[in-house]
């Protein structure tokens, strides 16, 4: 793995433990101000940053991953981050474990030249019905 991968790769792993840990602060500090979590799904259903360091503090709780293979490709200050990823999480009373497909985008910042997680992709190979519902119900801008 070369060195830009590496640090992706690093960084995935620190934003997982971070919610794992649900350490809002180095969340926040992680993600752009313009951050969504898309949940791809039959029927999808989107987070938008304070939305979503709401919910993964609380209601959508990450209990531990594993990530398969990665994949990571840089286009200029952009990094595309992929991989199947092995979850163990819960969305209130409702288990959310098994296996996902997780698709990251990480952009450089022009003025501190940080990178930050600009999206993120959830998809998951069955039809629960019932996350997209509980992912809106999380949404603080309805």
Known sequence: MDEFSARIE???HLWMRSWAQ???NQMKALASKDFIFLLGSKS???LDRASWL???TTRFRCNGYRFDEVYVRRHGDIAVFATRMT???TMGDHEWSGETWLMDLWRKGKVRRKWRIVERTISRPDTD???????RSMQLWR
């Open 10 to 12: 690093a960084l995935e």
């Open 22 to 24: 649900r350490d809002r």
């Open 44 to 46: 999808p259903a989107i």
């Open 54 to 56: 709401e919910a993964a």
């Open 87 to 89: 979850l163990d999480a």
């Open 129 to 135: 019905g019932k996350m997209p519902d509980a992912i």
